[in-house]
């Protein structure tokens, strides 16, 4: 393992979207003077040390099998991973279900009026408004971004080919559009300002890049060939070496070691195994570079996550997978989760081994013996995101406290 390596100057300019990234800011970092056993890493450090990472750009599509080839070994993982809301965060506008059961949007605010609307082929997105009159403009809708576990936005392309983001964004809790997060404008100065953003290709890569599979190719945008959502090589890196591997293995009658053709992310150390998932999702450093602060940052698992006592310096017992099986949807049972808990803290009054049943609670306080996270991980309301996420930094919550930043 390599040790941190930090740079003097680095600009990190993602969109709001992601959840890395909340402005564009330089950075001076440079202590670690004494590094960690394992070190935390941004994602562009990772991104930069051999072998397979997540987001990262790929040779050739010739190396992806697609899930439908996984399935023909791996039936029941990809029966349920097809399911998840990571597996279909992305989808042509013209598949959006949300869009199809919401044939009219409208949102309006000042001297703006937005509409979003869908017949059976097609949505068209028209914004009407401005001072010098009354200007219309309409796009038709090309992607839809987020499946609606939380919201869904827009990108569509005008004549010179280029991706512009919808100002408006459809927010589950709303049952409607509002303002795509970070993206109010108090006073646009025309239609065209107030109805969208455009999107610089480099940015374009890397919405992709979370939200697809295999969408860069030899450092080319591939959206004609791209595999829509975060589907297994998004995760195990190209397969068609691991597929071909087991395919005469089994036409031989042996055994393959499939260690030596596909990646499997168990294997990693607990700091780079939450890291792995912080490609998408954030990493403390992504976090830290991008100055991150408040609310916002609970949209960031991993850095929630590691800035709580229990993390310490890492511990296999607290990684994105102790609790999350990322082939299956997030649960929402909360007594699903008090086993991860329960192997570091045993309950007081029992032998000190993991037990689902505890007699007490941990401290000895009365106040519960199960569903750990209904107090210690409370859910945070985003404003801009109209959504309470779950603040993964563990603790004692103390009533009318701020957030924790
Ligand atoms: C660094 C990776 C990354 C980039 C870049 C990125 N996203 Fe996301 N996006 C995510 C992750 C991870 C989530 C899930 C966050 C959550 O809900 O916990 C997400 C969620 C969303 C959601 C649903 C809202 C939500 O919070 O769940 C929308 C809509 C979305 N992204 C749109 C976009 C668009 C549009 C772009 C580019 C302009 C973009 N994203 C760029 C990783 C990224
Ligand atoms: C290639 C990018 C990417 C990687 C890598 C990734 N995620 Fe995600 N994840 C997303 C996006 C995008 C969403 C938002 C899905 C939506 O709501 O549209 C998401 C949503 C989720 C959700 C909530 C919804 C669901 O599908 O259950 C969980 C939980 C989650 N991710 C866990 C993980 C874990 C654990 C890992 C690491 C093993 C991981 N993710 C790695 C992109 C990624
Ligand atoms: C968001 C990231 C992610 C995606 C997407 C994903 N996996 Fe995984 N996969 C993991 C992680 C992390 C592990 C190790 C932990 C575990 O076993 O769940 C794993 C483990 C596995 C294993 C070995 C597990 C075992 O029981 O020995 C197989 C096989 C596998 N995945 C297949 C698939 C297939 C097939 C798909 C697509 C249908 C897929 N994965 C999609 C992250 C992912
Ligand atoms: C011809 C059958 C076959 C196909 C197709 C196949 N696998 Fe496997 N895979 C296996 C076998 C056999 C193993 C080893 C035993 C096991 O873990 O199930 C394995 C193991 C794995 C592991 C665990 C690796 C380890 O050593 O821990 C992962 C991850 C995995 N496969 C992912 C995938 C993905 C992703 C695809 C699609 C790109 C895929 N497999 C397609 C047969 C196949
Ligand atoms: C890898 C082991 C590990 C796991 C898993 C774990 N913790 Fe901890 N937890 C710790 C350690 C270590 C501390 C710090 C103890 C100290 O500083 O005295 C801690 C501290 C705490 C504290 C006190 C925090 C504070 O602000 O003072 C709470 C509450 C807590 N854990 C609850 C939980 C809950 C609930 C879960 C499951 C969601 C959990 N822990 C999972 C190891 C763990
Ligand atoms: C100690 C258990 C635990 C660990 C470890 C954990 N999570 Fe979670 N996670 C939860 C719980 C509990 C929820 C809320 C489930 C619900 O009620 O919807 C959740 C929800 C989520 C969601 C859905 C959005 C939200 O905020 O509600 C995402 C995305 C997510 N986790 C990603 C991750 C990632 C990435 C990691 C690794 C950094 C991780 N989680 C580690 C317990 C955990
Ligand atoms: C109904 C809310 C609630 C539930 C449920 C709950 N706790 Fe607590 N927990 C608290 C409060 C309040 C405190 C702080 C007061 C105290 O220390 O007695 C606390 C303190 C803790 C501490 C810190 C103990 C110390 O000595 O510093 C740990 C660890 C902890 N809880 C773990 C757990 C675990 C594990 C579970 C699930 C088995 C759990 N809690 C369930 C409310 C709860």
């Given at each position: 393992m390599s040790g941190v390596r930090t740079e003097l100057f680095r600009i990190i300019s993602i969109s709001i979207w992601s959840v890395a990234a909340v402005a564009g800011m330089f950075l001076v970092p440079g202590f670690l003077a004494c590094p960690p056993a394992f070190a935390q890493l941004s994602t562009s450090d990772h991104l930069g040390e051999p072998g397979f990472w997540p987001t990262q750009n790929v040779a050739s599509r010739d190396q992806f099998a697609g899930a439908a080839v996984c399935a023909n070994c791996h039936a029941a993982k990809t029966a349920s991973q097809k399911l998840t809301s990571m597996a279909r965060t992305s989808l042509h506008a013209d598949g959006s279900e949300i869009l199809h059961s919401h044939p009219k949007m409208n949102f309006a605010v000042g001297d703006y009026h937005y509409e979003i609307k869908t017949g059976a082929k097609e949505s068209s997105y028209t914004v009407t408004g401005g001072t010098e009159g009354s200007n219309t403009i309409s796009a038709t809708l090309l992607w839809a971004f987020g499946i609606g576990r939380v919201a869904q936005s827009y990108l569509f392309k005008k004549g010179d080919g280029n991706f512009y983001e919808s100002r408006v964004t459809y927010f589950t809790t709303l049952q409607n559009l509002n303002f795509t997060p970070a993206r109010a404008l108090a006073s646009p100065k025309d239609v065209a300002e107030a109805m969208y953003r455009p999107v610089p290709s480099t940015e374009i890569v890397r919405c992709f890049g979370c939200h697809t599979t295999a969408s860069t190719i030899g450092g080319q945008f591939d959206e004609k060939n791209l595999i829509l959502g975060v589907s297994c090589e998004a995760c195990h890196g190209p397969g068609v070496k691991h597929v071909a591997a087991m395919q005469a293995a089994a036409l031989a009658g042996t055994t393959e070691n499939s260690a030596e053709t596909i990646v499997n992310p168990a294997r990693l150390n607990p700091v780079d195994m939450v890291d792995f998932c912080g490609a998408c999702h954030g990493t403390w450093w992504d976090v830290k570079f991008s100055g991150g602060k408040g609310v916002t940052t609970a949209r960031s698992a991993p850095f929630r996550l590691e800035e709580s006592k229990c993390w310490g310096k890492g511990d296999t017992r607290l990684t994105c997978i102790a609790c999350h099986?990322?082939?299956?949807?997030?649960?929402?049972?909360?007594?699903?989760?008090?086993r991860a808990c329960l192997s570091c803290h045993p309950a007081s009054g029992t032998a000190k081994t993991a037990s689902t049943?505890?007699?007490?609670h941990p401290s000895g306080?009365?106040?519960?013996?199960?569903?750990?996270?209904?107090?210690?991980?409370p859910k945070v309301y985003d404003p801009d995101m109209h959504y309470k996420f779950t603040d993964h930094r563990i603790r004692i919550v103390h009533e009318g406290e701020a957030y924790p930043d």
């Open positions: 099986d990322p082939h299956v949807e997030v649960r929402t049972d909360p007594t699903s989760y008090d049943e505890p007699s007490m306080h009365p106040a519960g013996t199960k569903d750990c996270v209904t107090c210690h991980m």
